[in-house]
């Protein structure tokens, strides 16, 4: 079966300190990979996908950087983080497009 | 611009009294709407896609259904282990995201 890791479930950080968030899938071979971002009050929002090694789309203009560096393996990274940073970071992976997405357990992370 | 909005905010149901949540959308050509439970402080767990009007699938106390412009999510005779957020997303059939609604916070009191 499939299992999908994030770490580290919670991150302090403070303004202007850079930031990497890895997210593993096991069990399933060129997975599209997806993160997403929980802020308090809102929807969950995609930030970035890939369906493949080192091919990334972002959805939303940001302060983030995506990579994939191995095809199970998707990192979210900031040189700067901003405030606005602040949130719960998910990662989900899918067999293919328009297939049911399995989201990871998140990392929350603190910006202060 | 894709819009998904639920309701009601938050219900708080006894045990057993059975009840629907509402999913209403507008998206321009819809590939699938899902259904996902959240717990507090972990990621959403799976719970159903339907991709046509007319569609319905169940597990346990919960049913989904799809029409032209809303799903719904019914409970029946809910229990405790009930209680949960739960989101519903649409997806575009030509994109990858995800698209979802704030949640419906539900608590189910013995």
């Known amino acids: 079966s499939q299992t999908i890791h994030q770490w580290p479930a919670t991150l302090v950080q403070p303004v202007g300190s850079p930031l990497s968030l890895e997210c593993t899938v096991e069990?399933?071979?060129?997975?599209?990979l997806y993160w997403y971002r929980q802020a308090a009050g809102r929807g969950l929002q995609l930030l970035f996908y890939?369906?493949?090694?080192?091919?990334i789309s972002s959805e939303v203009p940001q302060n983030l950087s995506a990579s994939r560096p191995q095809d199970r393996q998707f990192i979210l990274s900031s040189k700067k983080l901003l405030l606005s940073d602040s949130g719960f970071y998910l990662c989900?992976?899918?067999?293919?497009?328009?297939?049911?997405?399995?989201f990871g357990p998140g990392t929350r992370l603190l910006v202060l | 611009e894709d819009q998904v909005t639920q309701s009601p905010e938050a219900l708080r149901l006894q045990e057993g009294e059975s009840s629907s949540l509402n999913c209403s959308y507008t998206?321009?050509?819809?590939?699938?709407l899902f259904w996902y439970r959240q717990d507090p402080g972990k990621g959403p767990e799976f719970l159903f896609t339907?991709?046509?009007a007319g569609e319905e699938k169940e597990k346990e106390r919960l049913k989904a259904t799809l029409t032209k412009k809303e799903s719904f999510l019914h409970i029946t005779a809910p229990k405790p282990e009930d209680s949960a957020t739960y989101l519903c997303?649409?997806?575009?059939?030509?994109?990858?995201?995800?698209?979802f609604g704030k949640g419906t916070s539900l608590l189910v009191t013995p």
């Open positions: 989900a992976w899918s067999v293919g497009s328009g297939e049911t997405q399995y």
């Open positions: 069990g399933t071979s060129n997975p599209n």
């Open positions: 890939s369906v493949g090694i080192g091919q």
């Open positions: 998206v321009s050509g819809l590939r699938g």
């Open positions: 339907l991709y046509s």
């Open positions: 997303a649409v997806q575009r059939a030509s994109g990858y995201a995800l698209n």
